[in-house]
């Protein structure tokens, strides 16, 4: 059976936000506790650039992330930290999220 680190890494990289949330909602303490700092790292990863060739031949650096996997680190962002742990990191949320914030006052 997978780790909980595991399962959320695989949700992030190859599932939907759905999934995310369904497992999310189902962690107990212990798990939110051990998946603070591997979200952190994975979110790292995904802020790299990669180098790929455009339609021309010219490279071109292009973000490793995709909106959905940056909507989903937002959403375990608010899962796993706490209100002042997340402001001290500088929480962005997606603007994809803030126009559903905006429109649910």
Not at 23 to 38: G, T
Not at 59 to 88: N, V, Y
């Amino acid at each position: 059976m997978p780790t909980a680190v595991e399962t959320f890494k695989n949700i992030v990289l190859h599932k939907t936000t759905t999934e995310l949330v369904s497992f999310l909602l189902s962690l107990d303490k212990k798990d939110i506790l051990a998946l603070r700092q591997p979200a952190q790292l994975l979110k790292k990863d995904l802020e790299e650039a990669r180098e790929v060739t455009d339609e021309r031949g010219q490279p071109e650096c292009q973000p490793r992330m995709s909106d959905e996997q940056r909507e989903m680190l937002a959403l375990a962002g608010l899962a796993l930290f706490t209100r002042k742990q997340g402001l001290a990191r500088s929480f962005e949320l997606p603007s994809s999220l803030l126009t559903l914030c905006d429109k649910n006052p």
